[in-house]
């Protein structure tokens, strides 16, 4: 069966650069969610978007933004990156209604020189 | 704040044994899910149960929720080398509204378990 496609797996930044990170969700699923997790810490919740719209918003900084696309793939924008912006980002997706588990990609591993 | 706090923290038992690992979480839920994670990869659904369900099973998987406690624990039972991972407890809010979606997920701190062969 399809999973959650992310791309790149890895990426090497220096600080105030920017960053795209691609989100390809399971065929059919019309949630989006994007989440981020530091070394040794739990995920945290940043956004998330149900056909295309914003839905809920988490702990994301004001120098991330997200979007997601007629095809229903969605793209975290990173600016002005800093050395704490370091930490696995995962995409996972879902089916809207309550009750449906998420299902989560491999993940994209920033990290910030 | 966290809503998800995991205990224990880290779990070592032998291949074969039963490992069991206990969530709190602190506001009303909708459903509260388990996820495994291997090192540095993706986090792989488990099981969910519903906030009106007090047990469920899947496989080896056992799953209880006590929603008057705030908690839930996971059992895995006959444990393989293959189960050594870390284990997070997961949990969505009610909807805002009538017939609405699930939104973000809060995860708790996780349980790294591992199985000794």
């Known amino acids: 069966a399809a999973g959650v496609i992310q791309s790149p797996r890895h990426l090497i930044k220096e600080k105030r650069e920017t960053a795209t990170l691609k989100c390809y969700p399971i065929p059919r699923h019309d949630t989006v969610y994007w989440y981020q997790q530091g070394p040794g810490q739990d995920p945290q919740f940043l956004i998330s978007f149900y056909e295309k719209m914003q839905s809920d918003k988490g702990s994301i900084p004001d120098r991330f933004s997200a979007q997601q696309f007629s095809d229903y793939h969605s793209e975290l924008n990173m600016s002005s990156l800093e050395l704490g912006d370091s930490a696995l980002y995962f995409c996972?997706?879902?089916?809207?209604?309550?009750?449906?588990?998420?299902?989560f990609g491999d993940g994209t591993r920033l990290s910030i020189l | 704040s966290q809503q998800g706090e995991e205990d224990p923290q880290a779990l070592s038992i032998q291949e074969g044994e039963n490992a069991t690992m206990n969530c709190s979480y602190k506001t009303s839920i909708n459903n509260l899910q388990w996820y495994r994670q291997n090192s540095g990869r993706g986090l792989v659904h488990l099981i969910l149960?519903?906030?009106?369900?007090r047990e469920k099973h899947s496989g080896r998987l056992r799953v209880t929720l006590d929603t008057s406690k705030k908690s839930s624990s996971l059992l895995i039972t006959a444990s393989r080398a293959a189960d050594t991972a870390s284990y997070f407890c997961?949990?969505?809010?009610?909807?805002?509204?009538?017939?609405?979606?699930?939104?973000?997920?809060?995860f708790g701190k996780g349980t790294h378990l591992i199985i000794q062969p």
């Open positions: 997961a949990t969505d809010p009610p909807p805002k509204y009538s017939g609405g979606g699930a939104d973000g997920l809060t």
């Open positions: 149960i519903r906030s009106n369900e």
């Open positions: 996972a997706s879902s089916f809207r209604q309550a009750g449906q588990p998420q299902h």
